[in-house]
């Protein structure tokens, strides 16, 4: 990470920029979420699913799994090259993208399943790896369009009710619900000649998942990508009128990339040393044990690899409360 003079910090702006922004979009299919997401200038699309074929003009990758992401392209948004060409990053749609990290952590488990991880880890794995990602993309500079179909859930009030949510699987959703700036929902409605006229929701109603951190953001408008610019714009301004310090500019304190390389190498050079430390406690069989039930069977720590990064970080942790 590059270094950082705390004492000369600037306080925090808000941004009429909607390139550093966060924003969850859901609905019903073919309604327009890919089209709108498809606006954003230098925008980088990750089609987990293909729904751009009928979209021109855009830059898409099409990601058949999470190690393809992660080893293609998450390395390369690590670049400055990246930063300079794209300001955003789709995630078209990002219940599938969860779904293939937790296909990546089984396979690198060697399991079927996550439940068959003793001790529920193999859930903080996934948890953990998502997460960081997207931290990271952050982190980076880059803005996060997630894109999500809709569901609608049964719910009890005393009467049975229902209520349209993002059809996120629910450790996923409270990633990106951390995350985001703008959870919008797309309605869509009829008139008697059967003309749809789509809006965009960003506050909860009593059927309806949305909301907004910003404070004088409409709850309604027409759904579109400069309706939505002038929304974000207006409630901005707004804030500036009750005494928010707004600017043009992104406030941001950008990460230098590390390689998946330098991390593997990083974090095994932390293990070692944890493990000597353990050593020189004659806590030998102990951290046996650790490496043991982390990685599933008896083995040397030299001989993890790149891959199994993130057990490495698990055998740390516990070589930690050991010592």
């Given at each position: 990470m590059a270094g950082i003079d705390i004492l000369s910090l600037e306080p925090t702006t808000i941004s009429r920029d909607l390139k550093n922004k966060y924003l969850l979009i859901y609905s019903l299919p073919k309604v327009g979420k890919t089209s709108f997401a498809a606006e954003f200038p230098r925008n980088l699309m990750l089609a987990f699913e293909k729904g751009y074929n009928a979209i021109a003009g855009i830059k898409v990758v099409d990601v058949p799994t999470w190690k393809y992401f992660k080893n293609e392209i998450f390395k390369q948004l690590?670049?400055?090259?990246a930063k300079e060409?794209?300001?955003s990053v789709t995630f078209d749609t990002v219940g599938i993208a969860w779904g293939l990290c937790e296909k990546y952590i089984c396979n690198r488990e060697g399991v079927d399943d996550l439940l068959e991880i003793p001790w529920g880890k193999?859930?903080?794995m996934c948890t953990r790896e998502f997460e960081e990602t997207l931290r990271e993309l952050t982190l980076l500079g880059y803005g996060l369009i997630f894109i999500s179909h809709s569901?609608?859930?049964?719910i009890k009030t005393g009467s049975e009710e229902t209520i349209i949510r993002p059809a996120i699987p629910k450790r996923a959703y409270e990633i990106v619900n951390r995350i985001v700036d703008i959870i919008g929902y797309i309605g869509v409605d009829y008139d008697e000649e059967g003309n749809a006229t789509r809006t965009l929701y960003t506050?909860?109603?009593?059927?309806?998942?949305a909301g907004s951190r910003f404070k004088y953001m409409k709850s309604k408008i027409p759904f579109g990508y400069d309706e939505l610019v002038t929304a974000l714009t207006n409630a901005i301004e707004e804030a500036g009128r009750h005494g928010a310090?707004?600017?043009?500019?992104?406030?941001?304190q950008y990460i230098e990339g590390v390689s998946q390389e330098e991390e593997f190498q990083e974090v095994m050079e932390k293990a070692k040393k944890d493990w000597f430390k353990a050593m020189d406690k004659d806590l030998a069989d102990e951290a046996v044990a650790v490496i043991e039930k982390h990685f599933g069977r008896k083995?040397?720590?030299?001989e993890a690899t790149e891959d199994q990064t993130e057990l490495v970080k698990l055998v740390t942790l516990d070589l930690e409360s050991l010592i």
């Open positions: 690590r670049s400055p090259a060409a794209y300001d193999g859930f903080a569901e609608e859930k049964a506050r909860s109603t009593p059927g309806i998942v310090k707004i600017s043009d500019e992104q406030h941001h083995m040397k720590l030299s």
